[in-house]
């Protein structure tokens, strides 16, 4: 086999990647993962996981660098930084070449290139991710023990998580752009009876504030542009969510209409041997412990794919001799 054919190419180095990586390489199959920034995907953003079995508690690097390292330890090929230039996901030997001429073939391609939650683009947003700011109420709501928090979105996922959020916060006030959400009736209903939500319509956060941690935030009333400035110890982001396919538009892969990867229950796409994990597909939750579970049978049905092929092609060439 040649140095650049790979029985598998991993696009995508988070959870869902590197998981695929430990599997494939541990089958001994030859695997490269790629990713354009570096390896740990969200979780290098997370500062704590605290809902990762076996682990009570572990900082989200910690957590990626476990994992990177022992995708290498069992000969996993990884290279970070990259940009992708082409590719060809349609031919029975998949190819791609990369922005610095660097050119790979592959038996098989899987897709794990994650996602993000759309930011509100605030001053300070970036710096306070993580110390008061979430995009996840499942990972962070219990670090908001008897906090007052807000919550910023109109739509089913804000209102919904506003509710369950009043598991842990004190007062949840729900902030919103329009005089009016767009959540279901029901979603709306049970927001409006709980006692510890209340509501600021027509108004949006300016810039987020604090030292080390989010200490308060400056809301602006759209219809009054009046500023005032509201003192709380968390705000969980809740404006919808982008995966970051823009690489495969308008190429085969199919996506739904929120531009997530469309997979069957082997995690393939609509393209044999290329198959898809993680965050990036069309799937309802988006947690680490989904992720390694999307990338372990994404590479296991990789290596059946790959190994499936191998024994027609080695019956075809049986019944020529014949
Ligand atoms: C702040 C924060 C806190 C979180 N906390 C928790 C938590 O406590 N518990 C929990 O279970 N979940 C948590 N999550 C969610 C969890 O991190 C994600 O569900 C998980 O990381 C998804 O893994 P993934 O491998 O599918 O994608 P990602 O982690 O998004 O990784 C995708 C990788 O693909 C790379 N990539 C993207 N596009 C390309 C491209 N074109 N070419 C090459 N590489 C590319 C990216 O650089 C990235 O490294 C949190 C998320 C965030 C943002």
């Not at 996901?89 to 791609?96: N, Q």
């Not at 939650?117 to 990972?139: M, P, Q, W």
């Not at 329009?178 to 600021?200: G, R, T, V, Y």
């Amino acid at each position: 086999m040649e140095n650049n054919h790979f029985h598998t190419i991993v696009i995508g180095a988070g959870p869902a990647g590197l998981t695929a990586g430990i599997y494939l390489s541990r089958a001994k199959m030859k695997t490269l993962v790629l990713d354009s920034g570096i390896a740990g995907g969200q979780l290098i953003l997370t500062h704590e996981v605290a809902n990762y079995p076996g682990i009570e508690k572990i900082s989200g690097y910690a957590l990626s660098e476990n994992m990177r390292k022992q995708a290498l330890k069992f000969g996993c090929e990884m290279l970070s930084g990259i940009s992708i230039a082409t590719i060809d996901f349609e031919s029975t030997m998949k190819s791609l070449s990369l922005t610095n001429g660097k050119k790979f073939t592959a038996d098989t391609i899987i897709l794990a290139t994650g996602g993000r939650s759309r930011t509100l683009n605030v001053a300070n947003e970036d710096f306070f991710k993580g110390r008061g700011i979430s995009y996840c109420a499942t990972c962070d709501g219990d670090f908001f023990q008897d906090k007052e928090i807000a919550v910023v979105g109109g739509g089913n996922t804000a209102l919904e998580e506003a509710v369950s959020l009043t598991k842990y916060a004190s007062k949840v006030t729900l902030i919103h752009m329009l005089d009016h959400f767009q959540a279901f009736a029901h979603a709306q209903e049970e927001a409006m009876n709980n006692p510890k939500i209340s509501f600021m319509m027509n108004s949006r956060i300016t810039s987020f504030n604090g030292v080390d941690k989010l200490e308060s935030v400056n809301i602006e009333n759209l219809l009054t542009h009046e500023q005032t400035e509201m003192k709380l110890d968390g705000v969980f982001v809740f404006i919808g969510y982008e995966a970051n396919t823009d690489f495969v538009q308008g190429k085969c892969i199919r996506l739904n209409d929120r531009k997530e990867i469309i997979t069957d229950e082997k995690l393939q796409t609509n393209v044999p041997g290329v198959f898809a994990a993680g965050d990036a597909i069309d799937k309802k939750y988006r947690q680490i412990t989904t992720a390694v579970s999307d990338g372990t049978i994404a590479a296991l049905n990789a290596i059946e794919f790959i190994n499936t092929r191998k024994s027609l092609q080695a019956n075809h060439a049986n019944s020529l001799i014949v």
